[in-house]
Structures are given as structure tokens and as C-alpha cells.
């Protein structure tokens, strides 16, 4: 007979044995039950971090076993984390990407996911959401919303002096329209002034800048992305240039220093800003009578694009999981994100659905972004050039010479592209 204590150990075999066969069996979902943390970064702002934050409540009921570890930093440290991160060889799996793609996918830092996005599903995103997240024809992230800027005017100070106010794009002011129209709305008593006619959210940054040398047929960078010199300090963009800095010096309309909150507190009277503006002065200021108008137009019109992508680091451990955050944030929860982020859909389905990106005031966005959306030079060498840039527009709207800012500008620049951004 064979003892109690002598059968134990075969049980316990059996048991590991059969435990073995089940796992091994088992098809490849059930072993993705596992409990498993995906780390999420995003751009800090509390709206967006609460729109965020339903959405991925909602992907974590839809995936019991997985969390999803969301953190957010300012804008201005977002992209030094990043670096550290990726440095450290600790980066988050799925996070926010703009138009600094390049310069993350040439150092390997971010996976190419042509692979994991189907022809329906590209086939359903603008033109101007696959300019951004793409480097040296390669997919690197998928847009979550598009943003676009318009002049936001101050709707009673136009009633007060019988100013129309366009509600189509065909209807923009040219420069010359725009120039007369700011002109009069600035108003001084001696040599202080009480209203200025033009302000700009993003103040001379490359942001707003762009446009104005664009609207004229101007460029910053060959489109080959390796030359600044005959681009940056071209005819075309010299005389862009000019033409904005007679805004600070000549007809005197914009201040060189930022007025905050100077537009609805009456001290501006038309102001550039993102679509996004709207919800923050709805916000804020609700008894603000204003209203939207098309960003003025030179020789053609051209209003910067762009947006967040999302992309995946090429270090997660979680391939495929990542991609089904980042397809969900995307596509399954665009219509969720456009409504509670306040952002432009950056998919067709969602345009064509939705009335009201075919109406007043959002129709005029949503135009502008598919017919005069223009974009920051997505290269390697990209923060090299918004630094330069920012330093050529600081100098220019104190009046110093535009073509000798623009040709040292120029050389510097060239050094940067040829070294790939380094």
C-alpha cells in the first residue's frame, strides 16, 4: 500500500502538469489577461486632463486588467521630459507627439506604426492631420485633433464704428483691408494707448509668423528640409517680414510686449488666436460680446495647422496594447474628445456628421484648415529653428534691418540642417 505522504507529491505534479497544459493551450487573449500598467503622458492643462481622464476610464472598463497611468507636464518642460525619459531609457509607452516628430524618430525613439493603421482608417483622417507625425515617409503617430487660428474681434468696438464683419473665408481682409481696419481701431490719448487694434495670442512666435510669410508665397526651409539660405532670407519672405514689423513700428497697431486678457477687456480689438480660444473666453469672460472672422490673406491665404499626435515609444513592452490606446484616444473616442476638448475633428467622418463644423463661427476653422492650413517645418532641427526664429521676430518688431536678421538667421540655420538638428 502507498502511504498518504507518498501520494502528496504526485498530486502536486499532476496539478502543475495539468496547470501547464491549460496555460500552454490557452489562446492568446486569455494570456493577455494579465494585469498590466500602460504609462500615458500628455501636455498639462486641466480641461484637457479631465477630457482625457474619461476617455481613459472608458478604455480601462473596455480592458479590465490593464491601467492606464496618465501623467501631464506644462507645455514648455513636456518635451525636456520626454528627452530625459528616453535618455534615462524609462519613457512613458504612449504619449503626446507634435511637430517635434522628427527629432524624436531620427534618434529611434518612436515606433512606426504604418503597420497597425489600416487603409480605412488613414483613409478617414484630412491631409493636414498626416503632415506632422510623418518623418522620411514613415507613420510615427496618429493625430488626436487638429487646431487652427482665426482674428477674434471685439464686436462691440466694431458696431461703435460701423465695421462689417465677414463670416466666410472668401470674405478675409487682405493686408492692405486689414492694415486700415486696425489703424482705425487704435486709439491713443498722447502717447499712451488705450485700445490697441491687433493683438496675437501667440506672441511672435513662429506660430503666428509663419502664416504672413507664407500668405506671400515666402518659405523658411527648402522643401527638401536641408537649406534655410535663399528660403528664410528670401525676397518673398524679407518682404513678409517688413510687412509685419510695420505693424509695430509704421502704423503702430500691435504692442510689442503681451497684454494679458487685453482683448476681452476691451484693451484689443482684434486678436489671433487658435480655434480653442473660444472655450476659454466662454469660460471666462461669458458676457463678452465677440465675434469670429478668417485670418487676413496676402496673395494667397494661410493659416497655421497642427495639433497632438499620439504616439508609441519603441522601448514598451506593450506593443500591440498601446496601439489599442492609441486607436481608441483616436478613432473609437474622436467624436467624445472634439466635444469635451473643444479641439478640430481631424477626422472626415466626424466633419461630415457633425453640422456644426459646417456652420458659423466654426465652419470658418474648419475651412481654413482644409484649404489654407500651412505647417512648422517638421525637422530634426526643429527647436534649433523656433529659437532662432523667435529671436529674428523679437528683433524685428523692435525695427531693426529685416534682411540682415533674416541672411545671419539663414547661415545659422544651415549649420543645424546640415548637422541633422544637432
Given at each position: 500500500?502507498?502511504?498518504?505522504?507518498?501520494?502528496?507529491?504526485?498530486?502536486?505534479?499532476?496539478?502543475l502538469?495539468?496547470?501547464?497544459?491549460?496555460?500552454?493551450?490557452?489562446?492568446?487573449?486569455?494570456i493577455?489577461?494579465?494585469?498590466t500598467?500602460?504609462?500615458?503622458w500628455?501636455?498639462?492643462?486641466?480641461?484637457?486632463e479631465?477630457a482625457m481622464?474619461?476617455?481613459?476610464?472608458g478604455f480601462?472598463?473596455?480592458?479590465?486588467?490593464?491601467?492606464?497611468?496618465?501623467d501631464?507636464?506644462?507645455?514648455n518642460e513636456?518635451?525636456?521630459?520626454l528627452?530625459t525619459?528616453?535618455a534615462?531609457?524609462?519613457?512613458?509607452?504612449?504619449f503626446?507627439?507634435?511637430?517635434r516628430?522628427?527629432i524624436?524618430?531620427?534618434?529611434?525613439?518612436?515606433?512606426?506604426?504604418?503597420?497597425f493603421?489600416t487603409?480605412?482608417?488613414k483613409?478617414d483622417?484630412?491631409a493636414?492631420?498626416?503632415i506632422?507625425?510623418?518623418?522620411?515617409?514613415?507613420l510615427?503617430?496618429v493625430p488626436m485633433?487638429?487646431?487652427?487660428?482665426?482674428?477674434?474681434v471685439?464686436?462691440?468696438?466694431?458696431?461703435?464704428?460701423?465695421?462689417?464683419?465677414p463670416q466666410r473665408l472668401?470674405?478675409?481682409?487682405?493686408?492692405d483691408?486689414?492694415?486700415?481696419?486696425?489703424?482705425?481701431?487704435?486709439?491713443?490719448t498722447g502717447e499712451?494707448?488705450d485700445?490697441w487694434?491687433?493683438?496675437?495670442?501667440?506672441h511672435?512666435?513662429?506660430?503666428?509668423?509663419?502664416?504672413?510669410?507664407?500668405?506671400?508665397?515666402?518659405?523658411?526651409?527648402?522643401?527638401?528640409?536641408?537649406?534655410?539660405?535663399?528660403?528664410l532670407?528670401?525676397?518673398?519672405t524679407?518682404e513678409?517680414?517688413?510687412?509685419y514689423q510695420s505693424?509695430?513700428?509704421t502704423?503702430?497697431?500691435i504692442?510689442?510686449?503681451?497684454?494679458?486678457?487685453?482683448?476681452?477687456?476691451?484693451?484689443?480689438?482684434?486678436?489671433?488666436?487658435?480655434?480653442?480660444?473660444?472655450?476659454?473666453?466662454?469660460?471666462?469672460?461669458?458676457?463678452?460680446?465677440?465675434a469670429?472672422?478668417?485670418?487676413?490673406?496676402?496673395?494667397?491665404c494661410?493659416?497655421?495647422?497642427?495639433?497632438?499626435?499620439v504616439?508609441?515609444?519603441?522601448?514598451?513592452?506593450?506593443r500591440?496594447?498601446?496601439w489599442s490606446?492609441?486607436?481608441y484616444?483616436?478613432?473609437?473616442?474622436?467624436a467624445?474628445?472634439?466635444?469635451?476638448?473643444?479641439?478640430?475633428?481631424?477626422?472626415?467622418?466626424v466633419?461630415?456628421?457633425d453640422?456644426?463644423?459646417?456652420?458659423?463661427p466654426?465652419?470658418?476653422?474648419?475651412?481654413?484648415?482644409?484649404?489654407?492650413?500651412?505647417?512648422?517645418?517638421?525637422?530634426?532641427?526643429y527647436?534649433?529653428?523656433?529659437?532662432?526664429?523667435?529671436?529674428?521676430?523679437?528683433?524685428?518688431?523692435?525695427?531693426?534691418?529685416v534682411?540682415?536678421?533674416?541672411?545671419?538667421?539663414?547661415?545659422?540655420?544651415?549649420?543645424?540642417?546640415s548637422r541633422?538638428?544637432r
Amino acid at each position: 500500500m502507498v502511504s498518504r505522504s507518498a501520494r502528496r507529491p504526485a498530486r502536486w505534479l499532476a496539478l502543475l502538469i495539468l496547470v501547464l497544459v491549460v496555460v500552454i493551450g490557452a489562446p492568446p487573449g486569455a494570456i493577455a489577461q494579465q494585469k498590466t500598467t500602460l504609462r500615458f503622458w500628455m501636455s498639462a492643462d486641466p480641461a484637457l486632463e479631465a477630457a482625457m481622464d474619461a476617455l481613459l476610464r472608458g478604455f480601462m472598463r473596455t480592458h479590465p486588467n490593464v491601467t492606464v497611468q496618465r501623467d501631464a507636464f506644462p507645455f514648455n518642460e513636456y518635451h525636456q521630459k520626454l528627452t530625459t525619459a528616453f535618455a534615462s531609457g524609462d519613457p512613458p509607452d504612449v504619449f503626446w507627439m507634435d511637430v517635434r516628430t522628427a527629432i524624436f524618430a531620427s534618434a529611434g525613439s518612436l515606433l512606426v506604426l504604418e503597420k497597425f493603421l489600416t487603409p480605412q482608417n488613414k483613409a478617414d483622417i484630412i491631409a493636414s492631420g498626416l503632415i506632422e507625425p510623418v518623418w522620411k515617409s514613415n507613420l510615427y503617430g496618429v493625430p488626436m485633433h487638429e487646431l487652427t487660428e482665426g482674428l477674434f474681434v471685439n464686436r462691440t468696438i466694431f458696431e461703435e464704428a460701423g465695421i462689417k464683419i465677414p463670416q466666410r473665408l472668401e470674405e478675409a481682409w487682405t493686408w492692405d483691408e486689414f492694415v486700415t481696419i486696425a489703424r482705425r481701431l487704435t486709439r491713443r490719448t498722447g502717447e499712451r494707448t488705450d485700445v490697441w487694434g491687433f493683438g496675437v495670442l501667440r506672441h511672435l512666435s513662429d506660430w503666428s509668423i509663419l502664416p504672413v510669410i507664407m500668405q506671400n508665397n515666402g518659405a523658411v526651409i527648402s522643401p527638401d528640409l536641408k537649406k534655410a539660405t535663399g528660403y528664410l532670407n528670401g525676397p518673398a519672405t524679407v518682404e513678409a517680414m517688413k510687412w509685419y514689423q510695420s505693424l509695430f513700428t509704421t502704423h503702430r497697431v500691435i504692442s510689442f510686449d503681451p497684454i494679458p486678457d487685453g482683448f476681452p477687456t476691451g484693451k484689443i480689438a482684434i486678436f489671433q488666436a487658435p480655434s480653442t480660444y473660444r472655450a476659454a473666453l466662454d469660460a471666462r469672460f461669458p458676457d463678452f460680446k465677440y465675434a469670429v472672422v478668417p485670418m487676413f490673406k496676402g496673395k494667397r491665404c494661410a493659416v497655421t495647422a497642427g495639433g497632438w499626435n499620439v504616439s508609441v515609444a519603441t522601448r514598451t513592452k506593450n506593443r500591440d496594447l498601446s496601439w489599442s490606446l492609441v486607436d481608441y484616444l483616436t478613432r473609437e473616442r474622436h467624436a467624445e474628445w472634439v466635444r469635451t476638448s473643444g479641439y478640430l475633428p481631424v477626422r472626415k467622418s466626424v466633419l461630415q456628421r457633425d453640422p456644426k463644423f459646417r456652420q458659423y463661427p466654426w465652419g470658418i476653422f474648419v475651412d481654413q484648415l482644409q484649404q489654407c492650413q500651412v505647417h512648422r517645418p517638421n525637422t530634426p532641427a526643429y527647436n534649433f529653428f523656433f529659437d532662432t526664429f523667435l529671436a529674428v521676430a523679437r528683433d524685428t518688431a523692435l525695427g531693426r534691418d529685416v534682411q540682415s536678421l533674416l541672411d545671419a538667421a539663414a547661415a545659422r540655420l544651415d549649420v543645424s540642417l546640415s548637422r541633422g538638428g544637432r
